[in-house]
């Protein structure tokens, strides 16, 4: 397999409401028909031995402004989707990582989200870290406040690894057609290769995928370095 395959892929699941709302439906009914895909590319990466961090951004810190009943549907359907999710995580090796200040989510999910994260902590296959009440600005307060508590010295190294999310980001696609990182993975992305596609989430598929995939081969990754 090319050196080239990108280890780590991070997804702004993005434009759910308006998948819904072009066909009359609810903006509700857009993040269920969402959350099929999420299974679909999930499970996609983890049959593909390359691919060993799979990033969702599921809920960012500023979504809790949008209407109440919305935020309650997406609480229900994330409880939903994990506990029906566990046979796919266990079926495929899948490690469920949870990242974003947990602390925000009510006591019956945290109980499902711990569960999910237990029962899959011992799967080596593809980590698949799910981002809830995440925004990137809150992960790097939190990371800095751990460090300076700890009073450990702050550095690239230290920082880094004080974030929910260590590794860097390879390829970042965004689904919906707006070209911005919405407080997604800031840090993480600093060398990402960024895709921004016009595919609402509900429409985006594993094909799709693999064509942007077979396009981050194609990339020639210099890093601030010179051409190889
Ligand atoms: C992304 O789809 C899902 C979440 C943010 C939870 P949206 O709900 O943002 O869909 P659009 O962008 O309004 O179409
Ligand atoms: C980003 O989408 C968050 C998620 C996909 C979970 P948004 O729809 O919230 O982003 P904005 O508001 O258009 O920037
Ligand atoms: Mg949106």
Not at 19 to 47: F, P
Not at 192 to 201: P, V
């Amino acid at each position: 397999m090319s050196v080239n395959t990108p280890q780590h892929i991070a997804i702004i699941m993005d434009g759910n409401g308006r998948w819904a709302q072009l066909q009359g439906l609810k903006r509700v009914k857009g993040h269920e028909a969402g959350a099929e895909i999420v299974r679909e590319i999930t499970t996609y990466c983890s049959k593909h031995d390359d691919i060993e961090q799979l990033t969702l951004y599921a809920f960012s810190t500023e979504n809790w402004k949008r209407p109440k009943l919305e935020v309650e549907f997406l609480m229900k359907l994330l409880e939903r989707y994990l506990k029906n999710e566990l046979d796919t995580y266990m079926g495929n090796n899948i490690r469920f990582n949870p990242i974003g200040d947990l602390s925000g989510f009510s006591r019956p999910l945290l109980t499902t989200i711990e569960m999910v994260q237990e029962k899959t902590r011992h799967n080596n296959g593809l980590v698949q870290n799910l981002a809830l009440n995440y925004g990137s600005k809150d992960e790097i307060v939190r990371a800095v406040n751990k460090l300076v508590k700890e009073n450990s010295e702050i550095t690239e190294e230290s920082l880094n690894s004080a974030l929910d999310c260590s590794s860097s980001v390879d390829l970042l696609v965004r689904t919906g057609g707006d070209r911005r990182l919405s407080n997604y993975l800031l840090w993480q992305s600093a060398y990402a290769e960024l895709f921004f596609i016009n595919t609402l989430w509900p429409d985006f598929s594993t094909y799709e995928l693999e064509t942007i995939i077979h396009q981050f081969t194609t990339i020639e990754r210099r890093f601030g370095g010179l051409k190889s």
